[in-house]
């Protein structure tokens, strides 16, 4: 596990071309789709159950709408394809850039995956706390 972690990360090791810069995107394309997943499910997971516990939930409705959930993947693959994107042109514009550029660019991407899928999760889990304790209906 720890070998691929590291994999993931790492910089290209040959001069990197333009379309050596879309492999190198596009080989980490499904380890990145199962680490978003994984934990897009773990919160979708907490976030249904903070929810539906809470009393909040009006009878019929859904918590999430199932377009969203749907969409979703779609979305995060789009934003993921930005990822080589911005960084072709950067670096035809910056040749000495970093080799370190994608791999920030997609620690970032990473990163702003785990917010996004945390907020609901943590706000409704945040709301069902208050109420455990008393402070909130």
Known sequence: ???AWSWLWRPPSTPISSWGVVAWWELRRIPFNFVIGSY?????LIFLWAITTSGRLP???DPVEPIALLL???GINLLYTLGWIVE??????LP????????RLLMLGLILGVVLSTIPAAMWTGIRALQLLGLAR
């Not at 897009?40 to 979708?44: D, K």
């Not at 072709?88 to 514009?93: E, K, L, S």
């Open 1 to 3: 596990m720890n070998r």
């Open 40 to 44: 897009g499910v773990f919160c979708l």
């Open 59 to 61: 009878p019929s409705e």
């Open 72 to 74: 979703a993947p779609f």
């Open 88 to 93: 072709v042109p950067a670096r035809r514009v």
């Open 96 to 103: 000495d850039l970093s080799r370190s550029f994608g791999p």
